[in-house]
């Protein structure tokens, strides 16, 4: 992804981009790293990757609700398309994007 602007990345990408909200201290974000580049690569690439540190981004977290991390959203023109909090498995990660590409 280009440096931009978080918030500009997020209402102007016309593909799909999943925001990882995460933190550098948080062990379930770190277990959660491997299982999305992973799945995100098998999807060829037609979904694109934001990872926001919450400690360096607190307004964007708050503004799209983020009251935990690992916390994912997949938007689309600014449209949220899909969100999910917690840890998820490679599976359901998988069933969930292959709807959006």
Not at 31 to 58: F, Q, W
């Amino acid at each position: 992804m280009p440096k931009k602007n978080p918030k500009e990345s997020i209402s102007k990408s016309q593909e799909p981009i999943l925001v990882d909200f995460y933190a550098d201290w948080c062990g379930p974000c770190q277990t959660m790293n491997p299982i999305i580049e992973e799945v995100l690569e098998e999807l060829g690439g037609r979904i694109k990757l934001l990872k926001l540190n919450v400690d360096k981004n607190p307004q964007l977290s708050q503004q799209f609700g983020v009251r935990s991390i690992p916390h994912y959203i997949l938007f689309k023109k600014g449209k949220i398309l899909w969100r999910k909090g917690g840890i998820i498995t490679k599976r359901d990660l998988e069933k969930a994007l292959k709807g959006f590409v």
